[in-house]
């Protein structure tokens, strides 16, 4: 995958930066222990079947463990969650202290009061560059509480104050 291209790496985040994404913590036990981390790179994929996609850097610490397991969950934090998104950022720490979260079905962790959750299956992980594209196939899911989102642009978290658009 070799490209002709050339930028540098504050150009390609500066712009890149302008696409609004959510906040997810993507989550597993590792070994008996739960384990996570922030991710902002997720994504439906397909509809039938249901699959989805996580970006993990390849330097990811946590994410060895999670793909051990074979399964994870995806908890779409809430406009209010943004120390938890912070904690799960943060390398050397225990990121589930003070943290409250339940078992998925499958005893996976879900962070309490997320907007959502997905629980997947890893099915295939795609070398790209400095990051793997997880795919994984839906194995449950489920709608929380009606909040504003947690969103992440130009390189902050921002509160959505969600208002439809009008359409004409």
Same mark, same amino acid.
């Given at each position: 995958? $070799?490209?002709?291209?050339?930028?540098?790496?504050?150009?390609? $985040?500066?712009?890149?930066?302008?696409?609004?994404?959510?906040?997810?913590v993507? =989550?597993?036990?590792?070994?008996?222990?739960?384990?996570?981390?922030?991710?902002?790179?997720?994504?439906?994929?397909?509809?039938?079947?249901?699959?989805?996609?996580?970006?993990?850097?390849? *330097?990811?610490?946590?994410?060895?463990?999670?793909?051990?397991?074979?399964?994870?969950?995806?908890?779409?934090?809430? !406009?209010?969650?943004?120390?938890?998104?912070?904690?799960?950022?943060?390398?050397?720490?225990?990121?589930?202290?003070?943290?409250?979260?339940?078992?998925?079905?499958?005893?996976?962790?879900?962070?309490?009061?997320?907007?959502?959750?997905?629980?997947?299956?890893?099915?295939?992980?795609?070398?790209?560059?400095?990051?793997n594209?997880?795919? !994984?196939?839906? =194995?449950?899911? *489920? !709608?929380?509480?009606?909040?504003?989102?947690?969103?992440?642009?130009?390189?902050?978290?921002? *509160?959505?104050?969600?208002?439809? !658009?009008?359409?004409?």
């Open positions: 995958m $070799k490209n002709s291209f050339s930028t540098n790496v504050q150009d390609y $985040k500066t712009v890149l930066g302008h696409f609004c994404t959510g906040v997810t993507v =989550t597993s036990i590792d070994r008996g222990d739960p384990a996570g981390f922030t991710c902002q790179s997720f994504s439906a994929l397909s509809l039938d079947p249901p699959l989805v996609l996580v970006c993990v850097r390849k *330097e990811s610490a946590t994410w060895p463990g999670i793909r051990r397991s074979g399964l994870f969950a995806v908890s779409v934090l809430a !406009a209010d969650q943004q120390a938890i998104g912070d904690r799960f950022a943060r390398s050397g720490v225990d990121r589930f202290a003070g943290i409250e979260w339940r078992p998925s079905p499958a005893g996976i962790p879900l962070i309490s009061g997320a907007l959502a959750w997905v629980e997947c299956s890893v099915v295939d992980e795609i070398d790209a560059g400095d990051h594209v997880v795919v !994984a196939a839906v =194995t449950g899911l *489920e !709608a929380g509480r009606a909040h504003d989102p947690l969103l992440f642009y130009r390189g902050r978290y921002f *509160e959505s104050g969600m208002r439809e !658009a009008v359409t004409g």
